[in-house]
């Protein structure tokens, strides 16, 4: 093995797919349905990656109201979910990936079952050996779903490396000991990326190449 990573865990929204707007719709819409004004953009960018009841407590001290938000979020985002797209460049970098040695996973903030539907709908499943969410393992920025990932494929913290748009990305790679880069067309900015622990940014899905040299047979 190199001493390049061999294992790479991508996070989903605002990495894979271009669905940052789309989240902040939902939150917005959730809330107003629950009769609570709608939080900024930039707050929900800023709690982009918790899980769903996590990231609805940082935006509301109503705690009696949290669970009618996660549900109304859900709605809401379910009918906007068919205008998720990837970004560019992202199934032909998972492609060159594989093709240089790579496994590859998905650790996300969203629910199992909402992952199975992006995958299900870009037809992604031959690309990802191991995945977590937040609904079967502990929140980001917890390393838990890095470290659980790395335990099932066997795989050491010096060989892994976390791909993400936010903070709690970098914040994640970092508590599990592992390489983190940074994606800037999410939810984070460059420095705020660099700032919380990413050893590189980079502005386009398929600059993610110039991190991963082919691996040495064996």
């Known amino acids: 093995m190199s001493g390049c990573a061999s294992l790479i865990l991508f996070d989903c929204d605002g ?5 940052q707007g789309l989240i902040t719709q939902a939150m917005q819409q959730a809330f107003v349905t629950c009769g609570l004004p709608e939080p900024e953009s930039q707050a929900i960018q800023n709690i982009t990656g918790l899980s769903l009841l ?28 068919h205008q998720v797209t990837l970004y560019p460049e992202v199934r032909e970098t998972l492609d060159e990936l594989r093709r240089r040695g790579y496994w590859m996973g998905v650790v996300t903030g969203k629910s199992r079952s909402g992952l199975q539907r992006v995958i299900e709908t870009f037809e992604l499943a031959d690309y990802f050996m191991v995945l977590r969410t937040a609904d079967c393992t502990h929140s980001k920025p917890h390393p838990a779903m890095v470290l659980e990932c790395m335990d099932e494929m066997g795989v050491l913290p010096a060989h892994t490396t976390v791909v993400g748009d936010a903070v709690f990305d ?12 940074g994606v800037s067309f999410g939810a984070s900015s460059e420095e705020g990326l660099l700032h919380s622990g990413a050893d590189g940014v980079v502005h386009a899905f398929g600059r993610l190449l110039e991190y991963f040299p082919p691996l040495s047979a064996g």
């Open 54 to 81: 996590r990231a609805v407590a940082c935006l509301s001290d109503d705690v009696a109201l949290h669970a009618s938000i996660c549900d109304a979020y859900r709605d809401h985002y379910r009918m906007l979910e």
């Open 15 to 19: 990495t894979l797919t271009d669905s």
């Open 170 to 181: 970098m914040q994640m790679a970092r508590a599990a000991g592992v390489r983190a880069i």
